[in-house]
């Protein structure tokens, strides 16, 4: 046993994070920790790792154990890259895995916040010794709070693999639902003060919550139930007494006032839509754009043409220049080559990956009201739509988790109203509930979308296409999306071929590129990827849509026994229903096929 942790419990000052929570890891364990932001997930990482204190409860630590410890903060001591992290060749090939080398000699408070994540994380690896086992000295327990941050997609897969391998015990926080499925075994859900244990990976943990929650929701159904039945009886007149039995009584208010604690600002869905203006078919050209950055160039000749309903992830190794892409496109930034030509009605708005950005002494309220004196009932509203409930709301940002924040730094940002949005790893620190919900927004949203993420899921569901920038200079588009772009990297490499090393952005290597891909394309109607993906996700909401009709008219139903002339109606609507939804199911059924048989990474 490494851990055993008993009645544990931490409480902020409005409200607890978790109580009576109990824990044993063992080696071999892969647990990992989720729940909603600000929850108190980093919180009990602390508190096994011995960082920090809990409030209540006692945690036991084997005798001899050693734990390696990733902070969600991850402070760094003073030295160089190469001090800090140490001389040996397998420390060499861990920096050089994530996105380091050619750092070794940088001091440590020179660096980004991203190397700074990578550096920290090295280190805690580094602590474990090789996967497989090492020296008695190496740390039996590794502990990781959001260890993907920060990492391109090549470290992230090769973290997989190095956790998949590593024998000792290992309990982390992260919002990759890959790394989920993958590496861990059992997955512990915190949820407003109480903690519930999942075997399996992230699947598992989807069907065993969404469980849990109807097995909740049928026991308040009864409860409600028999509350009406108790109240009736307490307002009824007893003619042979003046006075109720007392057990009776008690047990009759119980009922009554015991469902669940009401207030929750969680329980209502995240409003993410705060309006969007028109835009118009020209949305931003760009024509030769290059950047350099310390005498190295990042990208060059990169042409492109965005669209309005334009669905772009940018992707590439760490450094290669993602976001100072974006940054360029945002107009934050110049660049040493090309011309951007933005249309006329954009309206442009950037979600930073920095969350230094927000100032940790102001309120919440104050940031999201600009500082007004009297806050308007639809400035609280909006509030409680983003999961700030009251106490929250005048809480200073120094005292909200890292998801707290990004999700302040998200409302801020879709309070411009823009119709072209730029992300820069928006899903970092954000929890997984927050997560889905972005993505359904983002899936809606009808302006365009121009992504940095390292997360694949992310990247999957909402970009049609990428702009791969190499590391060395090129930056090409690729269609298809991230799937698409993965497969042809594992083909290049089976066949022993390496990426293009020319300015694959340039109008030159695009059309020496279209002979091939049109020779290798099917013969299928002239619809481009990217209008495919976006007319299989309009069928897909469709079908949603038409199969929840289907369940509320069937809901419907059941309320009506007994009235025949409402069931008579319902039937004929249930009737319609169904037709319209497998109308919509062929739909679909038929548009996937026909992207299997352009792409297969449209699916």
Known sequence: MLVDATGLSAVRPDRPLFEDLSLAIASGDRLAVVGVNGTGKSTLLGALAGSRTPDAGTIRRGRGARIAHLDQDAPLPAGTVASVTGDRWEAAAVRDRLGLAGLEDRPTDEL???????????????ECGPPGGGPPDDADLLILDEPTNHLD??????????????????????HDRHVLDRVCNRMLELDRGGSYLHEGGYASYLEAKAERIDRA???????????????????????????????????????????????????????????????????????????????????????????????LGIVGPNGAGKTTMLRILAGEREPERGTIDVGPTVRLAMFSQDAAELDPDARVRDLVTGGKKEVSWQDTALMERFWFDSDTQWAPVSTLSGGERRRLQLLLVLLQQPNVLLLDEPTNDLDLDTLRLLEDFLDEWPGALIVVSHDRALLERTVADVLVIDGKGGAARRPGGLAAYLESRRTNRAKGKTE??????????????????????????????????????????????????VERIEADLQDAIGDHQRLADLGQQLTEARAAMDAAEDRWLTLAEEAEAVNPGLL
């Open 500 to 549: 293009a090393k020319a300015p694959s952005g340039s109008k030159t290597a695009q059309a020496a590129a279209a002979p091939a891909q049109a020779a290798a394309a099917p013969a299928q109607r002239s619809t481009s990827p990217s209008t495919l993906r976006r007319e299989l996700n309009a069928a897909e909401r469709n079908l949603a849509k038409a199969t929840k009709e």
């Open 112 to 126: 980004s916040g991203g190397q700074i994540k990578r550096v920290a994380l090295a280190r805690a690896l580094l």
């Open 217 to 311: 929701a049928s026991a308040e159904a009864k409860r409600k139930n028999l509350a009406k039945v108790e109240l009736a009886w307490l307002r009824r007149g007893a003619p042979a007494r003046t006075s109720k039995p007392k057990a009776r009584i008690e047990t009759a208010t119980a009922l009554v006032e015991g469902g669940p604690s009401g207030g929750d600002v969680r329980d209502q869905a995240l409003a993410l839509h705060q309006g969007t203006p028109r835009l118009g078919d020209k949305v931003i050209e760009i024509h030769g754009l290059g950047a350099d950055v310390e005498g190295r160039t990042l990208f060059d000749g990169v042409d492109l043409l965005l669209d309005p309903r334009e669905r």
């Open 153 to 174: 997609v090549d470290a992230i897969a090769w973290l997989e693999e190095w956790l998949s391998t590593f024998r000792g015990g290992l309990l982390m926080v992260t």
